[in-house]
Structure formats: C-alpha cells, structure tokens
Nanobody
Framework: QVRLVESGGGLVQAGGSLRLSCAAS????????MAWFRQAPHKEREFIAA????????SYTDSVKGRFSISRDIAKNTVYLQMNSLEPEDTAVYIC????????????????WGQGTQVTVSS
C-alpha cells in the first residue's frame, strides 16, 4: 500500500507561481511512476504531468508545457509540481497519483491516489 499526501496549494494571482508537494509513504517509492492530475468543478479529471521512477523521463499535457515542471526526490519520497505563469483556467484540485505501470497519462492506470490540494488562481 502507498499513501500519498499533497500540500502546497493555495490562492495566487494570475501570473504567479506555486510549488506542490506529494509525500509518499508505504511500499518502495522508487518503484512507481508518479503523476499529477487535476479536477475542476463539473469537469473530468485531467492528466497534467508524470515522471518515471528515476525522474529522467517526464510527460506533460499540452496546456501546461513550458509552465509546469514535475520532479521527484527519491531520498525524500516526494514528487513536486512547480507551476509558473498560472492562469485562472488552472484553478482546480490537484491530485497526486502513483502507478507500477510506467509512464502513462491514463487515470485508470494509477493504483494509488492522494486526497488533493486546492489551487485557486484569481484574475
């Protein structure tokens, strides 16, 4: 079992930055690919970014490329999402996830989920 706890969300003005953290505990963290998803009210859960267990390969959805960056610190069992140039459209609950299946953007492939952290971007 893997437990994921997100932190770092909050209220920020458009153009600002936030860094989200996802602390993992339980089974061997380095075996998992990790990802961030987000879910806005009345919208489906959306893939944002993912990283392999090594951190050497990453994947992003087009809308955040060049603005968001995913990274992980295996020693700290933590994955990060650095979000720059935030837009009101980025407002959502951001959720961390882990999978044994390698780098994937499909939410159905993820085995473990955190509770999420709210990010609100004001215009």
């Amino acid at each position: 079992q893997v437990r994921l706890v997100e932190s770092g969300g909050g209220l920020v003005q458009a153009g600002g930055s936030l860094r989200l953290s996802c602390a993992a505990s339980g089974r061997t963290f380095s075996s998992y690919a990790m990802a961030w998803f987000r879910q806005a009210p009345h919208k489906e859960r959306e893939f944002i970014a993912a990283t392999t267990w090594s951190g050497r390969t990453t994947s992003y959805t087009d809308s955040v490329k060049g603005r968001f960056s995913i990274s992980r610190d295996i020693a700290k069992n933590t994955v990060y999402l650095q979000m720059n140039s935030l837009e009101p459209e980025d407002t959502a609950v951001y959720i961390c996830a882990a999978t044994f299946r390698g780098l994937t953007a499909l939410s159905a492939d993820y085995d473990f989920w955190g509770q999420g952290t709210q990010v609100t971007v004001s215009s």
